[in-house]
């Protein structure tokens, strides 16, 4: 039970059911502002704005195969010469019997029936012969992809190379974008090592290695990884108070329970946080947590154990992050799920499973504080509490 629990203003945020707590995640933050790059620092980044082209593309009649553009009518056709790509576009239209030698890329003449391909032609000094194209053949016409102020790519798009590739094909030379959020990362916990094999009582830190490229992939920016013991009281409060302003979001790992060496939920209480979710009906992850301060940053708390750690990062994190950059929540794959699968009364459960394809199935080693099953699967089924096997469930990809 959560420290608040007396307060009726978090109960609508406790014990949240699963997907339930992603869309809370997703919808809580304004989206970051919005600034213009230059093409070549905007992959990984949001599309800010829609992106539409202020010309027709193609811009002009083009050869999409070497050949001899040909006029109107059956052949012979009479050369009438041979267009480039590169080369400013012909005036004169092409009467029937007319042809010209033309290479991919190059204007097409106007009057052009088709194109003939190079290897249907048989050629000598003046004239050309082949099978009559059929209309158009081999022919992009100007506007053929996409008229003159065609918006070709919403806002909240994630930019990858195409996306890069078409801007420029557009035209443009920067795009409107959202940054990355920063994310400052406290990883909590006395028992903890950062080097070496674990001793009696020690634990090697699994999380602060692990934590900055998942923010990655989420499509964040860790800005620092700190470590803050458990003693004495206070640590973490100091620690979040001294994470740099900058930082959209400080994700703390462990702390996130009610022992008595976790410090998370009283610093929240203490401070006048709102919040927005305050535990998640499933398993494992079930005292993830998210808050946001006064001061405007977000408060993600992940459980210590690893499995539980990344499961809660996929329910919370990767929604928070989507919403600060106004990308739309992710749909989630739904696949029929087959094997030998315990479900949890009231909560759902996350599980590593193998997909072929057309089914997905466990892939095992998923006990709370071991990976082995995560860094091995292709995904993280949401087992709802009442499944029944060979039913289909959500899938969170893991690659």
Not at 268 to 290: E, K
């Amino acid at each position: 039970m959560s420290l608040l629990a007396a307060d009726p203003a978090t109960a609508s945020c406790r014990d949240v059911p699963w997907a339930r707590a992603r869309e809370l995640a997703h919808a809580a933050p304004r989206p970051v502002p919005v600034r213009h790059v230059p093409l070549a620092e905007a992959a990984g980044l949001t599309l800010a704005e829609e992106l539409c082209t202020p010309q027709p593309l193609p811009g002009f009649d083009t050869a999409a195969m070497d050949g001899y553009a040909v006029g109107p009518g059956p052949g012979p056709w009479r050369l009438r010469g041979t267009v480039r790509a590169g080369a400013d576009p012909v005036g004169d239209a092409l009467a029937a019997g007319e042809a010209v030698e033309i290479s991919t890329g190059a204007p097409v003449p106007p009057g052009a029936r088709g194109v003939l391909p190079l290897e249907h032609a048989r050629r000598d000094a003046t004239t050309v012969r082949g099978p009559v194209p059929a209309e158009d053949k081999h022919i992009r016409r100007a506007g053929e992809d996409a008229p003159a102020g065609a918006c070709l790519a919403p806002a909240g798009t994630r930019i990858g190379p195409a996306l890069i590739g078409l801007a420029a094909a557009c035209g443009h030379g920067t795009l409107p974008v959202r940054r990355r959020p920063r994310v400052g990362v406290l990883v909590t916990g006395d028992e903890l090592i950062h080097t070496g094999p674990p001793g009696p009582g020690r634990v090697r830190d699994a999380l602060g290695p692990l934590v900055p490229p998942l923010v990655d992939a989420f499509g964040g920016e860790v800005t620092a990884v700190r470590h803050i013991p458990d003693h004495p009281a206070g640590s973490l409060a100091t620690a979040v108070h001294t994470t740099p302003y900058e930082a959209d979001v400080v994700l703390v790992t462990g702390s996130t329970s009610v022992g008595a060496t976790d410090q998370l939920r009283a610093l929240l209480a203490g401070s006048g946080a709102r919040w927005i979710v305050d535990m998640v009906a499933c398993r494992p992850g079930h005292p993830q947590l998210l808050a946001q301060l006064p001061d405007g940053r977000w408060i993600l708390g992940l459980p210590g154990n690893p499995y539980a750690a990344l499961t809660a990062a996929h329910t919370l994190l990767a929604p928070l992050l989507a919403g600060l950059t106004g990308r739309p929540l992710p749909a989630l794959p739904r696949i029929p799920l087959t094997g030998d699968i315990r479900t949890a009364p009231g909560r759902t459960r996350l599980i590593p499973v193998v997909w072929d394809g057309a089914t997905a199935r466990p892939a095992g080693g998923h006990r709370p504080a071991f990976l082995q099953g995560a860094a091995l699967a292709d995904a993280l089924a949401a087992v709802p509490p009442k499944w029944q096997p060979g039913e289909a469930v959500p899938l969170l990809l893991l690659s």
